[in-house]
């Protein structure tokens, strides 16, 4: 396929991004036996010494040299390498070698030589700016030593320098590239679980989801808060910004679920965001009763919803769809930055915690910045994110250092 093939011109390393199950595998397989191999069995080829990197010795073995789209099943019988085991690497016919690195073990790259390299998985390696460097120094043969790298997109530091280099090309292609060759049952599942999620942008689309510039929350930051489950809480409520407009062009209206443990001095509360119900292209109607499912899935105390653009019309909406439903309108007199920076300050203090998928949250999170949001359209699901927490945790928190209150 298209994204399997090397590229033309003069580069150094070849990228290839792609999602779960797009052909990364064989592409960097190929890739291998193009440089090594000469038009006959016994001919040299345009590399002699080539280094086969992965996160770890077992996994270079069991998929890129053992697996189904390894170079041992791509090789056809008199140009198939042998594998010496007491040596870890793989010897071809016309006398190339091609040997297995690990990069839990940088400094196994220092002394050996290469004129070519297949890194397999390099966004996931612990030690990657370690093992990524000395493997630099290590390719210093031939007239043109070049690396070709097959990845699953992360937001690390050594794949955004890498794709960013002047020497570097780049291929992509989705998981669905490679549908012909995939399980129709696989391909079901992981569209009906993932399609439209962070995660599913990244594993199965094989797009890389990199943070804003000075964003008020990163990708890490936020992997590191997850839990798998929320504790019992004290207080749940539902926040919504609300669309002004309908149809198919106009602005989600956010809809987040949080709930809090608010026993004790606010330093010791802890928030858990717990469910994103953000619907698009709704009429208020359809809006609405959205946010009152939603209370009424997570018997949520309180619905709170910014008026700023909807005045009363966003209570006299909600109000015809559940006329007794705990309702309370906030208006914002601060900009979205200056709202959602005490938010953030929580988080770094370790006080919010997310349960459950928020991928479109998230995605809209790491594109929040100190200069404004930096996503496409209006960050609706990060407002209503932020309308909740200063209802749990930040409001109360104020009112309960007030002098003589010691409770709420």
């Not at 780049?170 to 669905?176: N, Q």
């Not at 207080?235 to 004790?264: H, W």
Request: hydrophobic share 40%; aromatic share 6%; charged share 25%.
């Amino acid at each position: 396929m298209p994204h399997q093939l090397p590229p033309e011109g003069d580069w150094r390393a070849w990228v290839i991004l792609g999602g779960r199950g797009a052909g990364k595998t064989r592409a960097g397989a190929e890739w291998v036996r193009s440089k090594v191999e000469g038009a006959r069995p016994f001919d040299e080829g345009a590399c002699r010494r080539v280094a086969l990197v992965g996160e770890t010795q077992d996994q270079v073995r069991e998929v890129m040299i053992f697996g189904e789209s390894g170079i041992m099943a791509c090789s056809p019988p008199d140009r198939r390498p042998k594998w010496i085991a007491t040596r870890n690497r793989l010897e071809w016919p016309n006398g190339a070698v091609a040997t297995v690195h690990s990069a839990h073990d940088p400094d196994g790259l220092r002394g050996p030589q290469f004129d070519a390299a297949w890194v397999d998985e390099l966004a996931k390696w612990k030690k990657s700016e370690e093992a990524w460097d000395q493997l630099q120094f290590a390719l210093r043969l031939g007239d043109q030593p070049q690396v070709c790298v097959t990845t699953t997109p992360r937001n690390v530091g050594v794949l955004k320098a890498l794709l960013e280099a002047p020497s570097t090309v780049t291929s992509h292609a989705p998981t669905e590239a490679n549908r012909a060759n995939l399980a129709k049952s696989f391909l079901e599942e992981v569209r009906a679980r993932y399609a439209g999620t962070r995660l599913g942008r990244q594993e199965l689309d094989g797009v890389l989801l990199a943070d804003a510039e000075g964003a008020l929350w990163t990708s890490a930051g936020l992997s590191a808060v997850r839990v798998a489950k929320a504790p019992e809480l004290d207080r749940v409520v539902v926040a919504l910004d609300p669309a002004t407009t309908n149809g198919k062009g106009s602005d989600e209206c956010g809809i987040v679920v949080v709930g809090a443990q608010t026993q004790g001095p606010p330093e010791t509360w802890r928030a858990y965001v717990l469910a994103d119900r953000t619907v698009k292209g709704a009429s208020p109607a359809e809006w609405a009763r959205a946010a009152i499912r939603a209370r009424d899935e997570f018997n949520a105390d309180r619905l709170v919803a910014e008026v700023n653009q909807g005045g009363q019309m966003v209570g006299e909406v909600i109000r015809q769809v559940d006329p007794l439903v705990p309702y309370k309108a906030v208006h914002a007199s601060r900009g979205k930055v200056a709202r959602a920076e005490p938010v953030a300050a929580l988080y770094e203090q370790g006080r919010v915690h997310h349960a459950g998928p928020l991928d479109a949250l998230e995605d809209q999170m790491v594109k929040m910045t100190a200069r404004g949001y930096e996503g496409a359209g209006s960050p609706d699901r990060v407002d209503a994110l932020v309308w909740a927490l200063h209802e749990l945790m930040i409001v109360p928190a104020t009112e309960w250092r007030r002098p003589g209150v010691r409770s709420l």
